[in-house]
Every structure is written in structure tokens, then in C-alpha cells.
């Protein structure tokens, strides 16, 4: 536990630092041109480069819930845990962490990375997402964004089980990032199982 308070990352701290993040990522949707406030924040994400550390977190978080999911994606284990009671911030409710396990990328910076919000409709790709985005999102500033120094990352992330697509856009300023998705995780989790 002391190597995660020396990091800065124990989830007290994390939690201490959340408003801060939160009044980021509001400012990062201003520049988007968005407005967030109707939609579900559906999990909350953070980064860290070291193996250790994500397994002391990964313990560490598990007294604030439970475990929903432990996945590998894109090569590496993805956790997900839902807060036995969500994060109450900036007018969201987050029902869930997600912690990536370090991959070879290295971040300038450890901690909260980004939030994902569901922005609800039923497409299966990135293409349709876009279309979808443009459709509910008109104020969404595409053409802009690369001045603003926003870079835009479309993907389509899927653990081994899932059977409900969630495609997703990114969009990252510095070390904060909005993913924007059509279904919430725990949707996507449930699919597993069914």
C-alpha cells in the first residue's frame, strides 16, 4: 500500500484528485463543442506504467467493489470494477473503474487518463458511431479539433466474449481523454454471458 501513496495513485488520493480531472474533462467537452451533462459517465479509467503497481491497485480498488471483468485486450488484462457505491462528481454518476494493465506504451503521466460516456444508439461500427455523433452531437467541432491540438482515435475494442459491439471515438488534449460509445460497459460485460 505505501508504494501506491508514494506514487500518488492510492485510491484516497485518487479520489482526493478526481473534482480536478472531472473540471478537465468538462473543459476538454467545451472544446469539443459538446455538452455531456445529459449522458451517463459510464466508467472512469487510469493509467499507470508499472506491473506492480496496477496489481496493488487492483486489489487496493477492489474494497470500494467489486470485480465485474478481468479481460484481455489488445494483448494485456483489462479489470473493471463496479463501485459498490458510484462516484457522485461534477453532476455524473460513474459506476465503474477501469484498469488497464501497463502495455508497452509508456504515459507521461499515471493516474485518472480518461472517462467514457454512452451515448446511446444501436450501430455496430466506427463509421455509424461517427454518423450517430454527428446526428445527437451536431455542435461537435470535427473540423476543428486538429487546431485545437485534439487528436480523434476511432476504435473497436472487444474482449474474447463479447457479443455486443461498442465501437468508440476518442478524444485526447494532453493527458485528459473522452471516449464517446454507443453502450455502456456493463452492457458489454453482460453480453458476455449471454
Not at 487518463?113 to 450517430?132: G, N, R
Not at 485534439?150 to 463479447?162: D, R
Request: proline fraction near 7%; aromatic fraction near 8%.
Amino acid at each position: 500500500m505505501q508504494k501506491l501513496f508514494d506514487a500518488g495513485l492510492h485510491p484516497e488520493q485518487m479520489l482526493a484528485q478526481l473534482p480536478a480531472f472531472m473540471r478537465k474533462i468538462s473543459d476538454l467537452s467545451l472544446a469539443l463543442g459538446i455538452d455531456l451533462s445529459p449522458y451517463q459517465a459510464d466508467h472512469i479509467a487510469l493509467r499507470v506504467n508499472d506491473a506492480e503497481l496496477a496489481k496493488a491497485l487492483h486489489q487496493a480498488w477492489l474494497a470500494y467493489g467489486e470485480e465485474w471483468s478481468n479481460n484481455e485486450i489488445n494483448g494485456r488484462p483489462i479489470v473493471v470494477i463496479g463501485f459498490a457505491k458510484p462516484l457522485e462528481v461534477a453532476g455524473w454518476t460513474i459506476e465503474a473503474l477501469e484498469l488497464p494493465y501497463p502495455s508497452d506504451k509508456v504515459y507521461p503521466q499515471q493516474g485518472w487518463e480518461h472517462v467514457e460516456f454512452v451515448i446511446p444508439s444501436s450501430v455496430s461500427t466506427t463509421d455509424e458511431l461517427k454518423a450517430s455523433l454527428d446526428q445527437q452531437l451536431p455542435s461537435l467541432a470535427w473540423d476543428a479539433l486538429t487546431e485545437q491540438g485534439i487528436k480523434v482515435k476511432a476504435s473497436s475494442p472487444s474482449g474474447e466474449h463479447e457479443r455486443l459491439a461498442n465501437p468508440t471515438y476518442a478524444f485526447k488534449q494532453g493527458n485528459i481523454c473522452i471516449k464517446l460509445h454507443p453502450c455502456s460497459l456493463k452492457a458489454v460485460i453482460d453480453s458476455e454471458s449471454e
